[in-house]
DNA sequence: AAACCCTTGTGCAAACAATCACATAATAAA
DNA sequence: TTTATTATGTGATTGTTTGCACAAGGGTTT
């Protein structure tokens, strides 16, 4: 692309932004100035214009945002104007939990295969639609399939090795649930969610309130 | 506490360190050194000397850190050396795999009350233990409970008067994973779980590579 | 007790990010 | 056509975070 260097707090306030319009749209909220859509995105205004900037120039002086237009030109830029087909590893209590979101779909992103290693689950079918594969399958799978992401929902021990499969399968971006750190090769992407993380930084400002 | 500017960034990296350690704790290495240490969480090594030494000197030059001993000190920072208590709003799929997830427990955090609107849901009683309440009784218990942190898995809609409820209850702290920017009153803290950014990260950056 | 490791702790510079403040341009009113 | 009004786009500025490089100091060996 272009100008590479686009900080990368940016790319996730878009997402946020794709939101809040989206829901705008919704209302049938036709134009919106910077300083309202920052309000509903926390954020301050002048960083939404300098983000949107980064990628053109999609408002208009003395009026706002369209929203409907700007929503496209978002979504074009985070690649969201197509689908996105996942593959899910590790049925467990999370795992089905993520299989039966329906906001995944609603955005463009569905799980098209789903894994375990468990022999009671394999061959079941999911209330979703999905068969449970066997992880021996992966490699194959993955491949048929044109899976783009891994998202990985097994325990923290086999996190890493269930990322090298995928990886070895061809997939090029992972989010991973488990709570484990995992190493990437040069030019492949994970993003973490991590609860834990994120109580404990709960529990830290707590904890230094009450001092 | 001393009221030094700590960056945010270094109290979730404390998390991940604090996670590493335990994991070396059980396989019993005894001293580690920020080099090591750096590696499995994925950062620079003077990174996590700087972390730590905004709270005090843990290690001992020439040798490193004892892993034991600096495990201690992190989770003292962090405020994991008690358990917090906490109330989940939204038993769907989500909410079910939470309680579910024996993750919380071992680190100290636990569900002691669940809540949803649904009359067939209410009264319920879930396989972790909790009684499901009816959100009416959400002010009573929390206050009862002594709950410390609040945790929203309702839908987006419902999201921000939940999180007012939790606070008028006297709740300080929230984790959201509904996918809605919530607006908190100053001297409360909310963190999101939001899968849906996370994703258009990944999809971002696919579609950079692509071009 | 001196010389030699080794790894911490930290001053400083560089990179990065957020915010301010205003020139710029579009629209509407006079 | 001119003036007033409004909100964008952006250069300048301030603030924050990261990483380098090395002095400081504990441990070990001779």
Same mark, same amino acid.
């Given at each position: 692309?272009?100008?590479?260097?686009?900080?990368?707090?940016?790319?996730?306030?878009?997402?946020?932004?794709?939101?809040?319009?989206?829901?705008?749209?919704?209302?049938?909220?036709?134009?919106?100035?910077?300083?309202?859509?920052?309000?509903?995105?926390?954020?301050?205004?002048?960083?939404?214009?300098?983000?949107?900037?980064?990628?053109?120039?999609?408002?208009?002086?003395?009026?706002?945002?369209?929203?409907?237009?700007?929503?496209?030109?978002?979504?074009?830029?985070?690649?969201?104007?197509?689908?996105?087909?996942?593959?899910?590893?590790?049925?467990?209590?999370?795992?089905?939990?993520?299989?039966?979101?329906?906001?995944?779909?609603?955005?463009?992103?569905?799980?098209?295969?789903?894994?375990?290693?468990?022999?009671?689950?394999?061959?079941?079918?999911?209330?979703?639609?999905?068969?449970?594969?066997?992880?021996?399958?992966?490699?194959?799978?993955?491949?048929? +399939?044109?899976?783009?992401?891994?998202?990985?929902?097994?325990?923290?021990?086999?996190?890493?090795? /269930?990322?090298?499969?995928?990886?070895?399968?061809?997939?090029?971006?992972?989010?991973?649930?488990?709570?484990?750190?995992?190493?990437?090769?040069?030019?492949?992407?994970?993003?973490?969610?991590?609860? /834990?993380? +994120?109580?404990?930084?709960?529990?830290?400002?707590?904890?230094?309130?009450?001092?």
């Amino acid at each position: 692309m272009k100008f590479s260097k686009i900080p990368s707090a940016t790319i996730t306030r878009l997402s946020l932004y794709s939101r809040a319009l989206e829901e705008l749209l919704q209302e049938h909220v036709n134009i919106i100035a910077s300083d309202k859509l920052a309000q509903k995105c926390g954020v301050n205004p002048a960083q939404v214009r300098k983000d949107l900037a980064y990628f053109g120039e999609f408002g208009v002086r003395g009026v706002g945002y369209f929203v409907k237009e700007l929503l496209f030109e978002i979504k074009k830029i985070l690649g969201l104007n197509r689908r996105w087909r996942m593959a899910l590893v590790g049925i467990g209590n999370l795992g089905l939990a993520l299989v039966a979101h329906d906001n995944f779909v609603k955005q463009g992103y569905e799980f098209v295969a789903v894994f375990d290693v468990d022999p009671k689950k394999v061959g079941r079918r999911l209330p979703s639609g999905q068969t449970i594969y066997h992880m021996d399958e992966l490699p194959t799978v993955v491949k048929d +399939k044109k899976i783009d992401i891994g998202v990985i929902a097994t325990p923290a021990s086999q996190a890493q090795a /269930t990322a090298r499969l995928l990886i070895e399968a061809g997939i090029k971006a992972i989010l991973n649930f488990a709570p484990v750190q995992i190493q990437m090769p040069e030019g492949y992407i994970v993003e973490n969610v991590d609860f /834990t993380v +994120k109580l404990d930084n709960l529990a830290y400002h707590l904890t230094m309130e009450a001092v």
